[in-house]
């Protein structure tokens, strides 16, 4: 794999965001204390640009809106399937990390970008 597989939120999700940024508009302008309210538009774009997951040869980088973070493939020891379809990576250390962007009907892909490292099997 020479570039990481990125998967990200779908930009169409930015549609309700302008929305919402064109319904705040007339509002943030009725006070002055109030066009504190247009970052909250600017917030929800900017999580739904950065939120996401990256997959290379050298393990998995979980982007958050504030931060990052990085497990390398010796580290993972799987993929759990929350109730709602929700997928968690479980560390060699036992510790739980969210996989955003990702749900459990996206396992074969993530298997498949994962080069082998992440296998499927029914239980």
Do not use: H, K, Y
């Not at 943030?28 to 247009?38: D, E, I, N, S, Y």
């Amino acid at each position: 794999m020479d570039a990481p597989a990125r998967l990200r939120m779908n930009r169409t999700a930015l549609v309700p965001v302008a929305l919402l940024a064109l319904c705040v508009v007339p509002l943030a302008f009725a006070a002055p204390w109030l066009p504190v309210l247009l970052l909250i538009p600017v917030g929800v774009a900017l999580w739904v640009l950065r939120t996401g997951l990256d997959i290379d040869d050298e393990g998995l980088t979980v982007q958050a809106l504030l931060g990052r973070r990085r497990v390398p493939w010796t580290d993972v020891a799987g993929i759990r399937v929350a109730e709602r379809g929700s997928l968690w990576l479980v560390t060699t250390a036992g510790t739980e990390l969210r996989l955003p962007v990702v749900r459990a009907r996206d396992l074969p892909r993530l298997a498949d970008l994962s080069g082998g490292r992440i296998r499927l099997s029914a239980q």
